[in-house]
């Protein structure tokens, strides 16, 4: 007897967490988050994820995670976050190496895995871990940009933007939380 091997995830499951992902890859593709944050005179590379990485990445992670209320369902977005970004260019416009859009699957994994680990715990390690998350991916983005191009962050902006990215990741969190609410009722 052949026993049929079931999904993890249900196919309504699999839709939602695609078009979380789709949705934050839309956002973080035509948002002039560039724009927005040269228009305020704040410096980058990546002072738009900095800022608004919570709405742009956390908040669809952590929906995914609340609405299917199952496990790697916010590492998984993460990845196709990462993937269909990946499929409308390369990460932050840099081609060589050809290889460097590896480090927004690697920045938007660590994101997806402490939003993970983070989000189905208490209420207040969800909220810091979001901030965490876009802290993280915020990171690895300097890293990899300053390394491979040589354009680093300024000093003197570090902590304004660190301070935002944990700001900006906890909002994430808080409105999936909200936005969660509305689908109980």
Same mark, same amino acid.
């Given at each position: 007897m ?14 939602? /967490?695609?078009?979380?992902? *789709? ?12 724009? $927005?944050?040269?228009?305020?005179? #704040? !410096? ?8 608004? +990485?919570?709405?742009? =990445? ?8 609340? #609405? ?14 990462a993937?269909i970004?990946? *499929?409308?260019?390369?990460?932050? +416009?840099?081609? /060589?190496?050809?290889? %460097?859009?590896i ?10 895995? #402490? $939003?993970?680990?983070? +989000?189905?715990?208490?209420?207040? @390690? ?12 915020? +990171?690895?983005?300097?890293?990899? $940009?300053? =390394? ?10 570090? !902590? %304004? @933007?660190?301070?935002?990215?944990v $700001? ?18």
């Amino acid at each position: 007897m052949v026993m049929k091997r079931r999904s993890y995830f249900s196919l309504p499951e699999w839709a939602i /967490i695609i078009l979380l992902a *789709l949705a934050s890859a839309l956002l973080n593709t035509y948002l002039p988050v560039k724009s $927005i944050t040269e228009y305020f005179g #704040i !410096p980058g590379p990546a002072a738009g994820m900095a800022l608004l +990485g919570g709405v742009i =990445f956390v908040l669809w992670i952590s929906l995914a995670c609340r #609405i299917t209320k199952k496990k790697f369902s916010g590492i998984i977005t993460s990845v196709f976050i990462a993937s269909i970004c990946l *499929l409308m260019g390369p990460w932050y +416009g840099v081609v /060589i190496p050809a290889w %460097f859009s590896i480090y927004s699957i690697i920045g938007l994994l660590c994101m997806g895995v #402490i $939003i993970e680990l983070t +989000g189905y715990r208490s209420s207040w @390690l969800a909220v810091v871990g979001g901030g965490l998350g876009n802290l993280a991916c915020l +990171g690895i983005t300097w890293l990899a $940009i300053g =390394f491979h191009t040589s354009m680093w962050i300024r000093a003197e902006v570090v !902590p %304004f @933007l660190v301070l935002g990215a944990v $700001i900006s990741g906890s909002v994430g969190v808080l409105l999936a939380r909200g936005i969660s609410q509305l689908f109980k009722k």
